[in-house]
């Protein structure tokens, strides 16, 4: 009986690839089994782990859950709190024990703490089985944004964007010369002169495209040592 993996590791593929034909291979995360063959259900990486195939996601939106690190935008206040835009299809409530440690009387202006399109980074700390969000304010880094911009970068590819230890996004602070927050969903805050703004999305987009290819880290640091900002 034939055992034979027909892909490699790393490499991309589409549903409904063939990916591996044989019982002596086992179909994990992404794939299928039919019949002697392994498939491919989604567009993914693939990841060859012993005899497990599996595929990581390439594409999807973000979905909230408990202990990330996200950036959102108000879009209402009301008198229990504010409700935030959190870059998937579910919004989440910041209440107001969880906004912030200073003391709000009742029938006090949250606007003056909050307003309808202020950008926050908040810390997700509970999604429900009827995919309700909570966030909260109350923790280190967590805080209103001012100036900069933002950019919307794939989910999948954040771990790479912040690397082992937040060793490659502490390597662009430093030669762009910007402040910037990763947030799990998505989202990217960059605040820095104009020149340094613009080396640090273009960068950004670049370990974007490129995540799933080896030899990242000394490509960027490559790419950085050519660029020089003021």
Same mark, same amino acid.
């Given at each position: ?118 950008? %926050? %980074?908040?810390?997700?700390?509970? %999604? ?29 590819? %954040? ?72």
């Amino acid at each position: 009986m034939t055992n034979e993996v027909l892909v490699k590791d790393k490499d991309i593929v589409v549903p409904g690839e063939l990916l591996a034909e044989g019982m002596g291979n086992l179909p994990g995360q992404g794939t299928y089994r039919d019949g002697e063959k392994i498939l491919a259900a989604r567009l993914g990486l693939v990841q060859v782990d012993g005899r497990t195939i599996k595929l990581k996601q390439l594409a999807g939106r973000y979905l909230p859950k408990t202990g990330d690190t996200i950036i959102c935008k108000v879009f209402e206040v009301n008198f229990s709190g504010w409700r935030v835009e959190t870059n998937s299809a579910y919004p989440a409530m910041l209440s107001l024990k969880d906004a912030t440690s200073s003391f709000i009387q009742r029938g006090a202006d949250l606007t003056q703490f909050y307003d309808i399109g202020d950008n %926050v %980074v908040c810390q997700v700390t509970n %999604v429900t089985s009827q995919n309700l969000v909570d966030v909260s304010m109350k923790g280190p880094g967590l805080r209103k944004l001012a100036g900069g911009r933002i950019i919307e970068v794939n989910t999948n590819k %954040v771990p790479r964007i912040i690397g082992k230890q937040g060793s490659m996004i502490q390597m662009i602070k430093e030669a762009t010369k910007c402040n910037i927050t990763v947030g799990q969903n998505g989202l990217v805050w960059i605040d820095g002169d104009i020149d340094g703004e613009i080396v640090a999305v273009d960068v950004i987009k670049k370990i974007e495209e490129e995540a799933h290819q080896s030899g990242l880290t000394d490509r960027i640091k490559e790419y950085l040592s050519k660029v020089k900002v003021k």
